[in-house]
């Protein structure tokens, strides 16, 4: 029986009644059997027309006066390694940002946020480059992202969880961290994506926000790909 069969009957037995409408099943269903979850990361994506000029420039969160505080002392438990969005064939390992200029080639979460599984909000970020979160750039281009509202978010953590979110909010040019900082009324755990909306020094951010649906075991070896870095620099 595959993983995607096991998570799948995981989720249709143990889902709160509160999202087993017909709705949430029909989405939660098909956005599972559009991805392979026994496959490693996707390969790149086959080229696409992008915005002129290609954003190339990292996303680090800067804009605006508003910056993270510092997050309380993590509860013990894994970081992200792996986030997956299948409608958008993203698949990116995932690790801690960087200082400086963010990576290449895998998405990086923000230390001073929370990670799946406690209270607050889950930051992960990339550039808006081919193979990484270009497609999240794109698809907010039309109709100002509508067609990301519902669409599956799979965050997998290095203890071997997999965290299922769905995208509920496309905010574009966002200049400050409200987003992330202010959950909405019920809600303690979210996830924030972040990418870029222009070239190196763009302040404008794409921010994607996702509620989390459901929380599941996973194999280990799909939860924890090895991340290939590129320190790319600009």
Do not use: W
Request: net charge neutral; aromatic share 6%; charged share 20%.
């Amino acid at each position: 029986m595959s993983l995607l069969t096991r998570l799948l009957g995981r989720l249709l037995r143990r889902l709160v009644p509160a999202l087993l409408t017909a709705s949430g099943v029909t989405l939660l269903v098909a956005g599972l059997l559009s991805y392979d979850a026994t496959a490693g990361p996707s390969p790149t994506p086959p080229a696409t027309t992008s915005p002129s000029p290609a954003p190339t420039s990292g996303p680090t969160p800067s804009p605006g006066s508003t910056t993270p505080g510092p997050s309380e002392s993590p509860a013990p438990g894994g970081v992200a390694s792996r986030i997956a969005i299948p409608a958008l064939k993203i698949d990116l390992p995932v690790v801690e940002g960087p200082p400086g200029y963010p990576y290449c080639d895998v998405a990086m979460y923000l230390k001073e946020y929370s990670q799946p599984g406690r209270p607050g909000t889950t930051y992960i970020f990339a550039h808006a480059r081919k193979g990484m979160f270009l497609p999240l750039l794109e698809a907010s281009l039309r109709s100002n992202g509508k067609s990301m509202l519902g669409a599956l978010v799979l965050v997998y953590t290095t203890d071997d969880q997999l965290f299922l979110y769905e995208i509920d909010r496309v905010k574009r040019h966002a200049l400050d961290f409200s987003l992330a900082d202010e959950l909405p009324d019920g809600v303690t755990e979210q996830l924030v994506l972040q990418t870029s909306e222009g070239p190196h020094g763009t302040k404008p951010k794409l921010q994607v926000r996702a509620r989390l649906l459901y929380v599941t075991t996973a194999d280990h070896e799909l939860a924890n790909p090895e991340p290939h870095i590129d320190r790319c620099g600009f």
